[in-house]
């Protein structure tokens, strides 16, 4: 498929920085931002989804220290071997980044057929835009602040709501973060029991054992491709109050193709899919 144009590529990040800016104000870092991730409603708009592997912090940031996400979105400061602790928003801002490069490129930044060496370039190669890329001076100057491997010059999520690129230099600014930020959304329990799709405990055990057989642990309900999970076992902290003082509370509603195949009015984004398998490819 075709890699967006600029604009419908602002259009969407513009939803993905208004949603990243909603969840880290109320203290959660998502930390596997990409494409696959990112579901579009009926009205065209996106919302986030598939909150696995988030954080929930105390404070002004996150300071994380394991590394859980797929391995082509990582930040360079979460791959480091000195690091103790980096940035949960920082990291957010990276793969942001690298999810931009491909809504207007199509593939990742990096790749590499073995995970080290994708590693080592995400680690030390610079950001290189493609020759033959017609894109604004200042898409390319908004790519590279996202994608800079430092994260203390890492642009900030309030820098990149006001970035010329963003608002069309001003054409369209985004809602300040007391606007987009202070309503709670939350979910009904119905709307949280129809967000697990439920299968029998002996049809469990076989597809269990198929996928430990095959060293196979994709999406079960996803046919047709591998997944890109790189953990079963980092489903994140147990919930807590966040700023608005209630735990009921989400941006997105998750599973993506159980909505895709019951037609309840949300798809996957119409990018080529840029997963873990086809970013070690």
């Known amino acids: 498929m075709k890699p967006f144009s600029e604009d419908q590529a602002r259009f969407y990040f513009q939803d993905l920085l208004r949603g990243i800016e909603y969840l880290h104000y109320q203290r959660i870092i998502h930390r596997d931002i990409k494409p696959s991730n990112l579901l579009v ?32 979105f990582l930040a360079p400061e979460a791959l480091s071997e000195t690091r103790k602790n980096f940035s949960g928003k920082a990291l957010d801002v990276w793969a942001m980044g690298v999810t931009l490069y491909c809504f207007v490129f199509g593939v990742c930044p990096f790749m590499d057929e073995r995970i080290l060496s994708l590693h ?22 908004l790519l590279l602040k996202m994608l800079d491997k430092n994260p203390e010059t890492r642009i900030s999520v309030a820098q990149i709501k006001v970035h010329p690129w963003v608002t069309r230099h001003g054409a369209e600014p985004l809602p300040p973060e007391d606007d987009n930020c202070c309503m709670l959304i939350e979910v009904t329990e119905e709307e949280v029991e129809n967000s697990v799709k439920h299968i029998p405990s002996l049809a469990t055990v076989i597809l269990v054992r198929t996928m430990l057989r095959k060293r196979s642990f994709g999406n079960p309900f996803d046919w047709g491709r591998k997944e890109d999970r790189s953990s079963l076992c980092a489903p994140g902290p147990t919930l807590r109050k966040g700023r608005a003082g209630n735990v009921r509370y ?24 840029v997963g873990e398998d086809e970013a070690l490819s």
């Open 250 to 273: 989400c941006y997105i509603h998750c599973n993506q193709r159980r909505k895709q195949e019951s037609g309840d009015g949300m798809r996957s984004m119409d990018l080529p899919y």
């Open 120 to 141: 080592q370039k995400i680690k030390t190669q610079p950001v290189v835009l493609p020759d033959h890329a017609d894109i604004s001076d200042d898409l390319k100057d």
């Open 41 to 72: 409603g009926e009205d065209g708009h996106i919302k986030i989804a598939d909150f696995g592997v988030s954080n929930q912090f105390e404070g002004a940031d996150a300071l994380l220290t394991s590394t859980v996400g797929t391995p082509a």
